[in-house]
């Protein structure tokens, strides 16, 4: 069996074979230049996702900060408000120099709860 194919369309079979696998090429091409660019783009993306997200964290973290030496603050000034804390310092001065339980009850004005604790800390840390 023989093939009685004639030139001209050998020569076509050949530009449209040429054709398809060069339009195949191109189309190889421009994706790649389509996914290239998209990457760039989902990475400047991921960048800026990123960046957003450190500095949003970064004042979270600076106003948290803040927030802890306002209360830092606050407790310092209600530790030094507070008129029980001078009443408790001499009653454990007193105790730490030999006072009595009854001598600072009388002495200080807190209850004998309140004194026996404050002696039984003194004898603890003395």
Same mark, same amino acid.
């Given at each position: 069996?023989?093939?009685?194919?004639?030139?001209?369309?050998?020569?076509?079979?050949?530009?449209?074979?040429?054709?398809?696998?060069?339009?195949?090429?191109?189309?190889?091409?421009?994706?790649?230049?389509?996914?290239?660019?998209?990457?760039?783009?989902?990475?400047?993306?991921?960048?800026?996702?990123?960046?957003?997200?450190?500095?949003?964290?970064?004042?979270?973290?600076?106003?948290?900060?803040?927030? #802890? @030496? !306002?209360? +830092?603050?606050?407790?310092?000034? &209600? %530790?030094?408000? /507070?008129?029980? =804390?001078?009443?408790?310092?001499?009653?454990?001065?007193? #105790? @730490? !120099?030999? +006072?009595?339980?009854?001598?600072? &009850? %009388?002495?200080? /004005?807190?209850? =004998?709860?309140?004194?026996?604790?404050?002696?039984?800390?003194?004898?603890?840390?003395?």
């Amino acid at each position: 069996m023989s093939l009685n194919i004639s030139l001209p369309w050998l020569t076509l079979f050949a530009i449209l074979s040429l054709t398809t696998g060069l339009v195949g090429v191109i189309f190889s091409i421009i994706l790649r230049f389509k996914q290239l660019a998209f990457n760039h783009t989902l990475s400047a993306y991921n960048k800026e996702i990123l960046t957003n997200s450190t500095v949003g964290i970064g004042r979270c973290l600076i106003d948290m900060e803040n927030e #802890l @030496q !306002k209360l +830092a603050h606050s407790q310092y000034n &209600i %530790q030094l408000n /507070d008129p029980m =804390r001078s009443t408790y310092q001499h009653a454990t001065a007193l #105790l @730490q !120099k030999g +006072a009595s339980i009854d001598e600072v &009850i %009388q002495t200080c /004005d807190v209850s =004998r709860v309140e004194a026996e604790f404050l002696h039984k800390l003194a004898i603890r840390y003395s």
